[in-house]
């Protein structure tokens, strides 16, 4: 029975570990799921009939067990079975040690058969307090964490089991020629090591956070120069038309002198036509939106993305430039690249100005079909794009310029005329302290 125990803390654990900290998605085939279970209570099953602990049926049935139940490339299965299996045999014996000293005294010939249960209950807990303190907190995840903090980990681990293992055996040894102090320092220095652990986990999510927030930086400055070049390109064909237009009057009025009504009709149009490649097509309410509005309208025009903006404000918002920027610019930036891909690519901008708050609705066609399309209200904006770590980082600045409003927001999938289309909508308060 024992056996059949150990297994499924174990599985549980690997379960855990594999789900919450490397994000991988279980099988969709509940047969498969069915067979995985299966494959590990045989597993105990077989240990207890033959009253055996053998590596190779603990190996074989971790690996096959695992590889039924995620969907993901066999090879990394296989890689993650294997350091996780390495990894959590470490901190079990941690935890073994520590149930041995603790509550028996280390003493030689004590069975702790059934400590060891606990001592996987222990593991979880620390399982468990290193997803929530690090992981969950700092939205990091054991598949972000760069390979060599993760061999680090291995390698650390396995060092101290090695030094833990030998020191243990020589307590047990010789325990009558020591006291309950030099049990206190070997608790002690166990409970050290796997501080340690979260003290290598926390310097590889600081790593991670400094990238992303280089990241974050980086696109934003990319996005202002993108803005800021467009305005400038404007501001050069304003000054072009204006250093023409004396030569332009003058040509006008030689055609009305010579009464060729007809060539100069056509001539103003020209000039007509020159002027509206610079003017300001979309019109707000607030200065800074209108130029954010127009250049995303001229990036949707050169991909062929059909681009409309309904509504207007009465005033300029009460919004920081940079807020606006990060809100708006990040939302239609998302837009473009999601609506390009689509079969009809269109975007969809809605301003709705109520006494107490502003409303601003990005709407865009997609490509992805067939997915399951439902209404839902959420604290953490997510993204579609396979690079989350890299592509999540605007919706992620979006949601912490909405909370400095103290305003809200909310995605849909929804199904326009036949085609998909995704929404975002930000409420922000027309006056908030920040």
């Not at 103003?268 to 127009?294: A, C, P, R, Y």
Request: charged residues 20%.
């Amino acid at each position: 029975m024992i056996y059949i125990v150990d297994n499924i803390l174990n599985y549980f654990i690997y379960l855990f570990i594999l789900y919450f900290g490397f994000r991988l998605r279980p099988r969709s085939q509940k047969i498969f799921l069915g067979l995985s279970v299966s494959v590990m209570l045989c597993a105990g099953g077989f240990n207890a009939y033959f009253d055996i602990n053998s590596p190779a049926v603990y190996i074989f049935w971790s690996v096959l067990s695992i590889s039924l139940f995620f969907e993901e490339r066999l090879g990394h299965l296989l890689v993650l079975s294997a350091s996780i299996m390495y990894f959590t045999g470490i901190i079990d014996t941690f935890s073994v040690m520590l149930i041995q000293i603790v509550l028996i005294g280390g003493g030689a010939g004590t069975d702790i058969t059934w400590w060891m249960e606990t001592a996987y209950l222990l593991s979880f807990l620390i399982y468990l307090l290193i997803y929530l303190l690090l992981l969950r907190k700092n939205e990091v995840y054991l598949c972000d964490i760069q390979w060599k903090y993760q061999l680090a980990l291995l390698i650390q681990g396995g060092i101290f089991q090695l030094f833990y293992n030998f020191v243990f055996v020589f307590f047990e040894e010789n325990h009558a020629m020591y006291g309950w102090d030099a049990y206190a320092v070997f608790f002690i220095s166990i409970a050290g090591a796997i501080y340690s652990v979260f003290l290598t986990l926390g310097l590889a999510i600081k790593n991670i956070l400094s990238g992303r927030q280089n990241r974050e930086l980086q696109s934003f400055m990319h996005m202002q120069k993108q803005q800021y070049e467009y305005q400038m390109q404007q501001s050069a064909a304003v000054r072009r038309f204006k250093h023409d237009l004396t030569n332009h009057i003058g040509v006008l009025r030689e055609l009305m002198n010579q009464e060729k009504t007809e060539e100069a009709k056509a001539y103003i149009d020209t000039i007509w036509g020159m002027q509206d490649s610079f003017e300001q097509k979309v019109h707000t309410g607030d200065s800074f939106l209108d130029v954010i509005m127009n250049y995303y309208a001229h990036l949707a025009e050169k991909e062929k993305i059909a681009f409309t903006v309904s509504g207007k404000l009465a005033e300029n918002m009460h919004l920081e430039m940079v807020d606006i920027t990060t809100m708006v610019g990040n939302i239609l930036q998302n837009a473009v690249e999601a609506a390009v891909q689509a079969v009809v690519p269109k975007i969809r901008v809605e301003l709705v100005e109520h006494r107490k708050e502003i409303f601003i609705t990005v709407s865009n066609s997609v490509r992805r079909a067939g997915v399951k399309r439902d209404f839902y209200m959420t604290s953490k904006m997510m993204t579609s794009k396979m690079d989350r770590e890299n592509h999540g980082l605007g919706l992620k600045n979006v949601t912490a310029a909405v909370e400095k409003y103290h305003g809200e927001y909310y995605m849909e999938s929804t199904v326009e005329n036949g085609e998909d289309t995704f929404q975002i909508s930000i409420a922000i308060p027309k006056e908030s302290s920040v």
